[in-house]
């Protein structure tokens, strides 16, 4: 079997366009990048291709991504592929589209750090893939508008979501799904979700910050769901910060 390896090291100052492409098995790529106005394209197909390492117990070469006005994009087509983190971003967007089956992602995005004004917009297509994501760290995320599709059968999907204020929006078509998100310390949280399947298991936590609403501001949680489900096992739980 033919492997590749890539490793980055980038110090960016103004726009800097980059785009890989892999298209053998067992791709890899680090990258430690640092710096304002990147333009990042990654495109990797294949079975087992990774960005990052399996876990974040490595240091050396992790997937690092830090700095503001940046935008980012990753295209992963194929079986048993692999993304990690961190990534810190301020004023940046986020491009994430996978197709295949057994794909596995594990991404902190603001954690020791910030990842304030965030746009992300995924898309998956696929079977039995595992997402964890974690967007901010303790309310270090000002603003985040968030949007997946998510297609297919037997997928984990979790997010956790520490902003100021976070729009979450999701559309997910497929059986047998296990979905959960939690919104947390914000001030004003909004989840809009639209789910088409059956055996679905959906899991649904918004409260608002633990310091309460400032002086002055309106805050709420808004949760607008359409289910068309047979089987399901669905959770809603919504809370202010006083309770």
């Keep these: ?53 399996d876990d974040f117990s490595g240091t050396s070469a992790d997937m690092i991504i830090t700095g503001a006005s940046n935008t980012f994009t990753l295209l992963q087509d194929g079986d048993n592929n692999k993304l990690f983190g961190p990534f810190l971003a301020d ?14 992602m594990d991404w902190n995005v603001g954690y020791v750090g910030s990842a304030d004004n965030l746009n992300m917009l995924g898309v998956i297509t696929g ?19 968030w949007d997946l599709a998510l297609t297919g059968d037997s997928n984990v999907f979790t997010t956790k979501i520490d902003s100021d204020n976070a729009v979450w929006n999701w559309t997910i078509t497929g059986s047998s799904n296990d979905i959960n998100t939690n919104q947390s310390d914000a001030t004003d949280n909004s989840i809009t979700a639209v789910l088409t399947g059956s055996t679905n298991d959906i899991d649904i936590i918004q409260k608002s ?35």
Excluded: H, R
């Design 1 to 53: 079997m033919k492997n590749k390896f890539i490793s980055l090291i980038m110090l960016t100052l103004g726009l800097l366009p980059a785009t890989l492409y892999a298209g053998a098995d067992d791709n890899e790529i680090w990258l430690n990048q640092s710096g304002t106005g990147l333009v990042l394209n990654f495109t990797q197909k294949g079975y087992g291709n990774k960005v990052g390492l």
């Design 127 to 145: 079977d039995s893939n595992t997402f964890d994501i974690d967007v901010g760290y303790d309310a270090s995320a000002e603003y985040l508008n």
């Design 91 to 104: 004023s940046s967007t986020v491009n994430l589209t996978f197709t295949g089956d057994s794909n596995s």
């Design 209 to 243: 910050g633990t310091t309460g609403c400032p002086t002055g501001q309106t805050c709420s949680g808004i949760i607008d769901v359409s289910f068309v489900t047979s089987n399901a096992n669905i959770d809603i739980v919504q809370k202010d910060s006083g309770e």
